[in-house]
C-alpha cells in the first residue's frame, strides 16, 4: 500500500467508532404470567399453529393478530414442493388482515410453531422478510403493534414493537423526500 493509502486508513480509523444496537423484549417464564386476553391469544396460536400446511419440513407455523375491536386474524405458513414460493405464517396472516379488514389496527401479533421433528418449547422469531412486512405493517398505521413469541409451550418474549425486531429498517421515509 502506498503512503497515500496509509494516511487515508489512519484518518479514517480516527473518526470510526463501534456501534451497535440493542433489542429489549421482556422474557416471561410461560403464558401464565401474562393477561387473561394475552393467554387467550397465546392459546389460539398455539392451537392454530398445529393446522398449518407443512408437509415438508413439518414445522407448523401460526401468527395471530389481535385487533383493537377484540377480533382476531390468523395466518400459518403454507409449504410448496417448489420451497422457494412458500408463504410464512406472518405474511398470510397481513395478506389476510390487508384483504378483511384493511382499515382495522392491530393491537397485538402473537406468532407460534409447532415442529413435528423437535421440541416446540422455545420462542422464535420471524425470519427477515417476515420482520420487514410486519414494520411496514405497524408503519401504515403509525402505531406500535406489540409482540409474543412463544412455542406450544414455556417461555413467552414480549416486545413492544415489532420495530424493535428490525432496528435498521427499510421504511417509507427512505424513499419519499420531504
Do not use: W
Not at 76 to 82: G, K, L, P, R, W
Not at 113 to 122: G, I, M, Q, V
Amino acid at each position: 500500500m502506498d503512503q497515500d493509502g496509509i494516511e487515508s486508513s489512519k484518518r479514517l480509523n480516527k473518526t470510526a467508532m463501534n456501534a451497535s444496537f440493542e433489542i429489549q423484549f421482556i422474557k416471561h417464564k410461560d403464558a401464565y404470567e401474562l393477561s387473561d386476553a394475552d393467554k387467550q391469544l397465546i392459546s389460539k396460536a398455539r392451537s392454530i399453529a398445529t393446522s398449518a400446511y407443512a408437509p415438508y419440513s413439518g414445522f407448523k407455523v401460526a401468527s395471530v393478530a389481535m385487533l383493537k375491536n377484540d377480533e382476531f386474524v390468523h395466518g400459518t405458513n403454507q409449504e410448496n414442493a417448489s420451497y422457494p414460493i412458500g408463504l410464512c405464517a406472518e405474511r398470510v396472516m397481513l395478506a389476510t388482515l390487508s384483504s378483511v379488514a384493511p382499515d382495522a389496527i392491530v393491537e397485538t401479533i402473537c406468532i407460534s410453531y409447532f415442529s413435528e421433528k423437535l421440541p416446540s418449547d422455545a420462542p422464535i422469531a420471524p425470519c427477515g422478510i417476515c420482520r420487514q412486512s410486519l414494520v411496514e405493517f405497524e408503519s401504515r398505521f403509525s402505531t406500535p403493534i406489540r409482540l409474543l413469541l412463544t412455542g406450544q409451550q414455556g417461555e413467552v418474549y414480549e416486545f413492544e414493537s415489532v420495530t424493535d425486531l428490525l432496528p435498521m429498517a427499510f421504511k417509507k421515509k427512505n424513499l419519499i423526500v420531504n
